[in-house]
């Protein structure tokens, strides 16, 4: 039981390190990743590797191309817009069916967030905005019991951002600095109805932010 143990939290490290050889820029999209020489450079056999490799083929960040090697997947537009339309989804119905669950303590801390994401981007300074933006939809989203969905979603806004960017859209991130206003203060008002409209229809629509996502995705 101790070796499988030992194996399984290796191959979580190796998942983390090259989640982050991607979130640097080491590892970018299109490129082929040598199993060989990773394995070498970590002083590891190939076992963890691949089994690390094969999470990350599910979560859709990299393809077992056979006998090939593997590949780093590039990001398409349908791929972001697959990711928009299931987090909407999942966002949405969690807060329709956990708002009984939300206390005045989730709404001061997303308040609190949401002010601070406003002025990291006025001062230009996003190196912690998506983090911050993770930690603003993990308050809501933490109220649930379903493991599942939680576990599903993050991967995917993960997907999303996978990659070092330069071109993050000050108005792009205001507007979405307002959404979350919007969504607040229906929160406030008792309404999650609305609340869950707002994630869906407005702040997760590829259709309603596609203008902004084909700038942001270089398309």
Same mark, same amino acid.
């Given at each position: 039981?101790?070796?499988?143990?030992?194996?399984?939290? $290796?191959?979580?490290?190796?998942?983390?390190?090259?989640?982050?050889?991607?979130?640097?820029? &080491?590892?970018?999209?299109?490129?082929?990743?040598?199993?060989?020489? %990773?394995?070498?450079?970590?002083?590891?056999?190939?076992?963890?590797?691949?089994?690390?490799?094969?999470?990350?083929?599910?979560?859709?960040?990299?393809?077992? !191309?056979?006998?090939?090697?593997?590949?780093?997947? *590039?990001?398409?537009?349908?791929?972001?817009? =697959?990711?928009?339309?299931?987090?909407?989804?999942?966002? &949405?119905?969690?807060?329709?069916?956990?708002?009984?669950? $939300?206390?005045?303590?989730?709404? !001061?801390?997303?308040?609190?967030? @949401?002010? %601070?994401?406003? *002025?990291?981007?006025?001062?230009?300074? +996003?190196?912690?905005? +998506?983090?911050? @933006? !993770?930690?603003?939809?993990?308050?809501?989203?933490?109220?649930?019991?379903?493991?599942?969905?939680?576990?599903?979603?993050?991967?995917?806004?993960?997907?999303?951002?996978? +990659?070092?960017?330069?071109?993050? $859209?000050?108005?792009?991130?205001?507007? =979405?600095?307002?959404?979350?206003?919007?969504? %607040?203060?229906?929160?406030?008002? @008792? =309404?999650?109805?609305?609340?869950?409209?707002? $994630?869906? @229809?407005?702040?997760?629509?590829?259709?309603?932010?596609? =203008? +902004?996502?084909? %700038?942001?995705?270089?398309?």
């Amino acid at each position: 039981m101790e070796e499988q143990l030992n194996i399984i939290s $290796l191959r979580e490290q190796v998942y983390s390190y090259l989640r982050k050889q991607m979130s640097i820029g &080491a590892l970018l999209p299109g490129t082929t990743i040598n199993i060989g020489k %990773i394995a070498k450079q970590l002083g590891i056999s190939k076992t963890p590797l691949r089994d690390a490799l094969i999470h990350l083929e599910i979560e859709g960040f990299v393809t077992i !191309l056979p006998r090939r090697g593997v590949q780093v997947n *590039s990001l398409e537009l349908i791929d972001v817009k =697959n990711a928009y339309d299931s987090i909407g989804m999942v966002e &949405a119905s969690i807060v329709m069916d956990c708002f009984e669950k $939300l206390k005045p303590s989730h709404i !001061l801390k997303l308040e609190k967030l @949401n002010k %601070i994401m406003i *002025s990291d981007i006025k001062n230009d300074d +996003f190196h912690r905005l +998506f983090h911050t @933006n !993770l930690e603003f939809h993990d308050v809501y989203l933490s109220v649930s019991d379903n493991q599942l969905l939680k576990k599903f979603i993050l991967p995917i806004k993960q997907r999303l951002y996978d +990659f070092p960017r330069q071109n993050y $859209l000050k108005e792009w991130e205001l507007r =979405n600095c307002a959404e979350h206003h919007d969504f %607040i203060t229906l929160l406030k008002e @008792n =309404n999650p109805k609305k609340a869950a409209k707002v $994630l869906k @229809n407005v702040h997760w629509s590829y259709e309603f932010q596609e =203008n +902004f996502i084909k %700038i942001f995705y270089n398309a």
